[in-house]
């Protein structure tokens, strides 16, 4: 007799969501990567600025260039400040479909291991099904010698 699972079509599609919340959750993490990465260099620059400006402000410098100085910290900092909500958001919906993987993954254990308890009730019973004709076949021969 070969085992068949009766739920082998829902594990099925358990296996599928499964792989889809990995992948789902691979390209979240992949743009939160890149949005973080992108506040980095952000922050970067403005680190550069800043150091640049110490600098010229060691030096003697016009005030039309400290105003531009300000101006570009400013727009910089605005810059930055929106990149950090976009990496709060990408963080918490990376944070969101790990959990829905976590979820999908946990399903599809618990159906794997419902499926190893019918495995292993089925070769019980084709065990005792087997020692059952074993027997069978014993006692005729024995009734026959």
Do not use: G
């Not at 070969?2 to 599609?13: P, R, V």
């Not at 992948?23 to 952000?42: C, G």
Request: proline content about 0%; cysteine-free; charged content about 35%.
């Amino acid at each position: 007799m070969i085992f068949q699972y009766s739920l082998q079509k829902l594990m099925d599609i358990k296996e599928r969501e499964k792989e889809e919340a990995e992948n789902i959750y691979s390209q979240a993490v992949k743009t939160f990567e890149e949005v973080a990465t992108a506040l980095y260099h952000l922050l970067k620059r403005k680190e550069s600025l800043e150091a640049d400006a110490r600098l010229k402000l060691a030096k003697k410098v016009s005030i039309q260039d400290i105003q531009s100085m300000q101006s570009s910290m400013l727009f910089l900092q605005e810059a930055i400040q929106k990149q950090q909500h976009l990496t709060q958001l990408a963080r918490k919906k990376m944070d969101e479909k790990q959990q829905l993987l976590i979820d999908a993954s946990f399903e599809h254990k618990k159906h794997e291991k419902i499926r190893e308890k019918k495995y292993m009730q089925f070769t019980l019973e084709e065990k005792r099904l087997e020692q059952l004709s074993m027997d069978e076949i014993s006692i005729q021969r024995f009734v026959r010698h």
